[in-house]
C-alpha cells in the first residue's frame, strides 16, 4: 500500500460560502486500498470535504485528482461515472422498490448497452453483480423485501449496497452508523472490512469506536484545515486533537 | 391619454379588491401551508349573506359586517373539522380537502339562493365627471375601503397583541409552541380572518358584476396567481403583486378585449416562475 | 422536579434513544455531555414533545407530560433554547421578548421588571431592541434566544449548546449567565459539547453515547478523574 501512487489526491482545496472559510488549503493523499477516516468537531467542514469531491460543491481553489485524471468541479453525474460512489446520512433508498430492485437499478447504470427490446431479466450479469452486493451486505436473505420494510440498519447498509453496486474505485461513506443500535453498528462495521478488500474508503464518523477500528489512516480537521494525520494510535495519542475535541 | 389614466384607476381598483383576498389567501398559506382552494367560495358566500342582509335591512355596512362574522365562523367551522385532522399530511391532502369544500360551498350556494343573480346595489351612488365619462363613486370607494381593511390587517399584525403571535407562528411554528403561543388556536384564528376579509371582499365587489355561484373562482384563480407572484406567504408582496396585476391586465385590456386581457395575469405568473420564483417582490434572500 | 425514565425515542424508523434516565432537581444545573450525534439534543426534543416518544416516562412535578402539547410546556415552567437558536428573525428584539411577555396573568409592571432584568443582564439588547432579530450577530442572537426563555420566568431551562460557535468572550458571557440563573433558583438542564465549561457550571453530569447515557457523576468526581470523559469525548 505505501509507495504506491495516490488514488485520491487533493491540494490546497478551499471552499468559501460567503464569508465563511468551510475548507481552507486542504491537502489530502489517500492511496489506493486504504481506509482512510476523516473526523472532526462540529463544523470542522467533513460533510464539505465530501460534496466538493462528490461534486456537490464547487472549490473556490485547489484541485482534486483521481486516478490521476483531474476532476475538479465535476458535476455529480459525472464524478459517479468516474468510479466515485457516495452513501448519504438520509437515507436514499426506494422504499417502494425491493432490496434486489434498489441495488439492480444501480449496477444497471453501470452498463450502456440497452437495447429497448430486451427484458430487464435478461441481463444476467446486471442480476448477478446486483445479489453479489446483497451478499456483500448481508441482505441476501432479503432480495425480496420491500426496502420500506427493512429494519433502520438494514437500510442502511442496503444504501451502502447500492453505493458498491455502481462498482467504484472510491466509496465515501458518510456517518454510516448513525443512528444506529450498538449491534447494528457492530454489523456495520463488519460490512466495511469485508467490502474493503477491493476498494478504497473515505468514512466520516462520530463514532471513535468505529473509526479507531476501521481506519488505516486518520484526517483530523477542524475549522476546515488540516489539524493531524496518521494511523489510529497517533492520532489518539495527539494532544492538540484531544484538546479540539474536549475544548480544553 | 385618458384611456390609460381611466385604466389606471381602474387597475387600481380591482387590485385593491383582489389585494383583500389574496391576502387572506397569502396569510392562510405562510402560517399554516394551506393551499386553500375554497377561497374565492368564501368570497362568494360572503357575497350572497351581504345580498340578503341587505335585502332585509337596506344597510351596505351591516351587510358587510354580518357577512364578514358570518363567513368567519364558516371558516372556523371548516377548518376545524375538515383541516385541523389533516396538519402534518401530505400536502396534496389538503389541497383536495379544499378543493372539495369549494365544491361543496359553491352547490349549498346553489341550493340555497337559487340560480337567478342577485344585486347588491351601491352604497354610495352618483359619478363624477372622468374625461368623457361618468366615473362611479362607488369604485373609489371601495378602492378606499379595500386599503382600509388592508391597512387595518397591517396594524393589526404589526402592533395589536396577538399580531405578534401571528407573525411569530407564521416564521418558525415549532418555536411560537415552545414559546407557550398556542398555535392550533393561532391557525384557527388566522383562518377566519382570511376568510372574514373573503367576505368583505365579496360584498365589496357586489355591486360590480352582480353575484353568481361561480364569481368565487375567477377570483381563486387569480389569486392563487398573485400569491405566487408576490411570494408565497409574503404579504406586501402579495398586496403590490395584486395592483401590479391587476393594472397589466388593465392596460392590455385598451389592447385587447377585455376576456383576452386575462391571458394578461398568466403571462405574468409563467415569467415569474421561470426567473423570478420566489416572487417578484421578494427581496433577494441573502 | 424533571424526571425522564428509560424514555425512548425514534426519528421515523430510526430508534435514537435507547431507554434514556436522567434527573434535574429543583434549582440544580445538570449537564448532559456526549459527541455529536449521540442524542443530546433529542433527548431536550422529547421533552418538548418535538420527537416521537416510544417508551418511558417524562414527569415534570410529579406531572406525567405525555399528552401535554409542545406550547403547555411554557405554562408549567419548562422554557427551551434550542442548538440553532431559532429567533424570530423578522420580529424585532421586543418582539421576540414579547413572545414571552405576553401571557396572561403578568401586569404591565411585572412586565417591565422582567425586561429590565433581562436588560441588566444583556445590555446590548436594550440598544437593539428595535432591530430585527436577524440582523443580530451568532452571539448576540444567543443572547436573544436566552433572554426570550427568561421571560417565561421557567423553573427550569432546557439548555443546548448555547457556546456553539462563539467566541471566547461570549463564552464567559455565557457562563455568567448559567451563574446568574442557578443563583435565581432557575434549574438547568445543560447539554454541552464544551467540557470545561460544564464541569465548571454543573453539579452533576451525564455522559451520553448512541442514544443511552453510559455514565452519571458529580461534577467534583469527574473534575477530579477526567479519564471517563476523555473516553466518551474524546479521540
Known amino acids: 500500500m505505501t509507495g504506491d501512487a495516490p488514488i485520491l489526491r487533493t491540494a490546497q482545496l478551499t471552499v468559501r460560502f460567503g464569508g465563511l472559510t468551510a475548507l481552507n488549503q486542504v491537502s489530502l493523499a489517500v492511496p489506493p486500498g486504504e481506509i482512510r477516516g476523516i473526523i472532526g468537531p462540529n463544523g470542522a467542514g467533513k460533510s464539505t470535504l465530501f460534496n466538493c469531491l462528490t461534486g456537490v460543491l464547487k472549490p473556490a481553489s485547489g484541485r482534486i485528482v483521481f486516478r490521476g485524471e483531474d476532476i475538479t468541479g465535476l458535476p455529480p453525474y459525472a464524478i459517479s461515472r468516474k468510479a466515485i460512489a457516495r452513501s448519504y446520512q438520509i437515507t436514499n433508498i426506494l422504499p417502494g422498490a425491493t432490496v434486489l430492485e434498489n441495488v439492480r437499478i444501480a449496477a444497471q447504470s453501470r452498463h450502456h448497452n440497452w437495447s429497448l427490446l430486451r427484458h430487464y431479466r435478461a441481463y444476467t450479469d446486471v442480476l448477478d453483480r446486483a445479489r453479489a452486493v446483497l451478499a456483500d451486505v448481508g441482505l441476501a436473505g432479503k432480495e425480496d423485501e420491500l426496502a420500506a420494510n427493512l429494519s433502520h ?16 474505485k472510491l466509496l465515501c461513506l458518510d456517518e454510516p452508523t448513525a443512528g444506529m443500535s450498538v449491534a447494528e453498528t457492530h454489523g456495520t462495521v463488519e460490512l466495511v472490512r469485508r467490502i474493503a478488500r477491493n476498494l478504497t474508503i473515505l468514512i466520516v464518523e462520530h463514532d471513535m469506536e468505529v473509526v479507531m477500528g476501521l481506519a488505516h489512516v486518520i484526517t483530523v480537521l477542524n475549522y476546515g484545515e488540516v489539524l493531524a494525520e496518521g494511523t489510529p494510535a497517533v492520532i489518539q495519542a495527539n494532544p492538540r486533537v484531544q484538546e479540539v475535541y474536549l475544548k480544553t | ?16 379588491v383582489l389585494a383583500v383576498v389574496a391576502s387572506g389567501l397569502t396569510l392562510i398559506f405562510g402560517i ?52 385541523r385532522p389533516l396538519i402534518g399530511r401530505d400536502p396534496l391532502t389538503t389541497i383536495l380537502a379544499t378543493f372539495g369544500i369549494s365544491l361543496v360551498l359553491q352547490k349549498y350556494a346553489l341550493w340555497q339562493w337559487g340560480p337567478t343573480v342577485r344585486k347588491i346595489s351601491e352604497p354610495v351612488s352618483g359619478q363624477f365627471a372622468l374625461f368623457h365619462l361618468q366615473y362611479p363613486w362607488y369604485r373609489v370607494a371601495t378602492a378606499i375601503l379595500a386599503g382600509l381593511i388592508i391597512g387595518g390587517l397591517w396594524l393589526f399584525l404589526k402592533y395589536g397583541k396577538y399580531g405578534i403571535w401571528i407573525r411569530a407562528t407564521t416564521q418558525d411554528r415549532v ?35 352582480g353575484v353568481t355561484q361561480t364569481m368565487g373562482s375567477d377570483f381563486t384563480l387569480r389569486a392563487f396567481i398573485v400569491v405566487v407572484v408576490g411570494g408565497m406567504g409574503n404579504l406586501g408582496g402579495s398586496i403590490l403583486a395584486a395592483i401590479f396585476v391587476s393594472l397589466i391586465e388593465a ?36 | 422536579m424533571l424526571v425522564l425514565e428509560n424514555l425512548n425515542a425514534h426519528y421515523g424508523k430510526s430508534h435514537v434513544l435507547h431507554g434514556v434516565s436522567v434527573e434535574v432537581r429543583a434549582g440544580e444545573v445538570v449537564g448532559l455531555l456526549g459527541r455529536n450525534g449521540v442524542g443530546k439534543t433529542t433527548t431536550l426534543k422529547a421533552i418538548m414533545g418535538l420527537v416521537r416518544r416510544t417508551g418511558g416516562r417524562i414527569t415534570f412535578e410529579g406531572r406525567d407530560l405525555t399528552g401535554v402539547p409542545t406550547h403547555g410546556l411554557a405554562a408549567l415552567g419548562i422554557a427551551w433554547v434550542p442548538e440553532e437558536r431559532r429567533i424570530f428573525r423578522l ?21 417591565q421588571e422582567l425586561l429590565e432584568k433581562v436588560y441588566r443582564h444583556f445590555p446590548v439588547l436594550r440598544e437593539r431592541r428595535n432591530q430585527a432579530g436577524g440582523t443580530l450577530s451568532g452571539g448576540e442572537q444567543q443572547m436573544l434566544a436566552i433572554a426570550r426563555a427568561m421571560m417565561l420566568e421557567p423553573k427550569i431551562i432546557l439548555l443546548d449548546e448555547p457556546t456553539e460557535g462563539l467566541m471566547p468572550r461570549m463564552v464567559s458571557q455565557i457562563r455568567e449567565i448559567v451563574h446568574a440563573l442557578h443563583r435565581d433558583g432557575v434549574a438547568i438542564l445543560l447539554v ?44
Open chain 1, 153 to 168: 440498519g438494514e437500510q442502511r447498509n442496503l444504501e451502502i449496497g447500492i453505493a458498491l453496486a455502481t462498482e467504484p
Open chain 2, 1 to 16: 391619454m385618458d384611456q390609460i389614466v381611466i385604466q389606471t384607476i381602474n387597475g387600481l381598483v380591482n387590485g385593491m
Open chain 2, 32 to 83: 399554516m401551508d394551506i393551499v386553500n382552494f375554497a377561497h374565492g367560495d368564501l368570497m362568494m358566500l360572503g357575497a350572497f349573506v351581504g345580498a340578503t342582509v341587505l335585502g332585509i335591512t337596506g344597510n351596505f355596512w351591516l351587510a358587510l359586517f354580518v357577512a364578514a362574522i358570518v363567513i368567519a365562523m364558516l371558516g372556523v367551522l371548516l377548518q376545524v373539522t375538515t383541516l
Open chain 2, 175 to 209: 418555536m411560537a409552541q415552545a414559546m407557550g403561543i398556542p398555535v392550533p388556536l393561532v391557525h384557527t384564528a388566522v383562518f377566519a380572518i382570511g376568510s372574514a376579509m373573503a367576505a368583505a371582499s365579496g360584498v365589496l365587489f357586489g355591486p360590480f358584476a
Open chain 2, 251 to 286: 392596460y392590455a385590456a385598451l389592447v385587447v378585449s377585455p376576456a383576452q386581457a386575462v391571458i394578461v395575469s398568466f403571462v405574468v405568473l409563467v415569467l415569474t416562475m421561470l426567473f423570478r420564483p420566489t416572487g417578484l417582490f421578494v427581496p433577494t434572500p441573502k
Open chain 3, 91 to 111: 420580529l424585532t428584539v421586543l418582539e421576540n421578548l414579547r413572545t414571552g411577555l405576553d401571557r396572561p396573568g403578568l401586569d404591565e409592571r411585572k412586565r
Open chain 3, 192 to 235: 454541552e459539547q464544551n467540557v470545561p465549561l460544564t464541569l465548571e457550571a454543573a453539579e452533576r453530569l451525564y455522559i451520553m453515547e448512541k442514544g443511552v447515557v453510559r455514565h452519571h457523576a458529580s461534577a467534583a468526581a469527574l473534575r477530579a478523574d477526567q479519564r471517563v470523559i476523555h473516553e466518551y469525548l474524546g479521540v
